[in-house]
T-cell receptor, first 114, second 112 residues
Framework: NAGVTQTPKFRILKIGQSMTLQCAQD?????MYWYRQDPGMGLKLIYY???????DKGEVPNGYNVSRSTTEDFPLRLELAAPSQTSVYFC?????????????FGAGSRLTVL | GNSVTQMEGPVTLSEEAFLTINCTYT??????LFWYVQYPGEGLQLLLK?????DKGSNKGFEATYRKETTSFHLEKGSVQVSDSAVYFC???????????FGPGTRLSVLP
């Protein structure tokens, strides 16, 4: 049981470049989330999804986009990278009988924009 | 809106010392409360949880009791180990959806 898998683990981007952070879960969870964690700070919610085909903005959605075409996958897209998007990004999921009410996190993706 | 406040870190303790990390929350209704732990270079892992007032969550020697009267969920451990060095996050989930709110985290360093 892999849980939540994020790729890549590390990435360096130049200002204005685009990229997609991949997230997949194999627990059949309905809910999926993207958070960012800045140094010394807590987690801020970027986007979340309550099921395939349904997404909604979190606290800090500007500069990002998401899609949820399947239950398993929830990619996060950065269209025009900016230095302010340098952060560690965490994908998480919850739901199902055993996963209800609890978040399961991926290992994180560290992004640096230069 | 909902919010979580944690004591400022970093916290530095000697091995076998007693640990308390304070957490208070603001929320409507009856949220579920959590402690997550983040070891260096890793994602967050659930440490313990409590879903209703007076519940006590416990795991790996850590405990926290859901106190609705003081809106608190303080984390305690009687004897910390070097391996407990990590960042600890208090969090809540409201009962109206699946949105979680996290505190800023408290970094704990345990010295041998």
């Amino acid at each position: 049981n892999a849980g939540v898998t994020q790729t890549p683990k590390f990435r360096i981007l130049k200002i204005g470049q685009s990229m997609t952070l991949q997230c997949a879960q194999d627990m059949n969870h309905n809910y999926m989330y993207w958070y960012r964690q800045d140094p010394g700070m807590g987690l801020k919610l970027i986007y979340y999804s309550v099921g395939a085909g349904i997404t909604d903005k979190g606290e800090v959605p500007n500069g990002y986009n998401v899609s949820r075409s399947t239950t398993e996958d929830f990619p996060l897209r950065l269209e025009l990278a900016a230095p302010s998007q340098t952060s560690v990004y965490f994908c998480a999921s919850s739901g199902g009988l055993s996963g209800a009410n609890v978040l399961t996190f991926g290992a994180g993706s560290r992004l640096t924009v230069l | 809106g909902n919010s979580v406040t944690q004591m400022e870190g970093p916290v530095t303790l000697s091995e076998e010392a007693f640990l308390t990390i304070n957490c208070t929350y603001t929320a409507t209704g009856y949220p579920s409360l959590f402690w997550y732990v983040q070891y260096p270079g890793e994602g967050l892992q659930l440490l313990l949880k409590a879903t209703k007032a007076d519940d006590k969550g416990s795991n790996k020697g850590f405990e926290a009791t859901y106190r609705k009267e003081t809106t608190s969920f303080h984390l305690e451990k009687g004897s910390v180990q070097v391996s407990d060095s990590a960042v600890y996050f208090c969090a809540l989930r409201d009962n109206y959806g699946q949105n979680f709110v996290f505190g800023p985290g408290t970094r704990l360093s345990v010295l041998p």
